[in-house]
Nanobody, 119 residues
């Protein structure tokens, strides 16, 4: 079982920043962020191995987004900088069974938080 609660979404202009948070209750090793734009398939953004801190990112967000976590607070973060209109999507925190961006390996989903980037 897992409990994942996202917060921090909102509307921002292109070039701006947002920091998403996910308060989690999960005993597994991998947590990540996924997103789904209207009319598009859900896709992986970033996944972290909680034990070591190792991370993987989608090519589209490398250098702009940073996934991190505060183990004491049991909170996962996604710092998003240099946002683009194409980053507009519902962002989901997810518990994953391995370090992959594939949605096939997601075991649990949060409820999502909307991010809207205007040009």
């Amino acid at each position: 079982q897992a409990q994942l609660v996202e917060s921090g979404g909102g509307s921002v202009q292109a070039g701006g920043s947002l920091n998403l948070s996910c308060a989690y209750r999960y005993g597994g090793d991998f947590l990540g962020w996924f997103r789904q734009a209207p009319g598009e398939e859900r896709e992986g953004v970033a996944v972290m191995y909680i034990g070591s801190g190792s991370t993987i990112y989608a090519d589209s967000v490398k250098g702009r987004f940073t996934i991190s976590q505060d183990n004491a607070k049991k909170t996962l973060y996604l710092q998003m900088n240099s946002l683009k209109p194409e980053d507009t999507a519902m962002y989901y925190c997810a518990a994953v069974s391995m370090q992959t961006l594939s949605v096939r390996f997601v075991n649990y989903w949060g409820q999502g938080t909307q991010v809207t980037v205007s040009s």
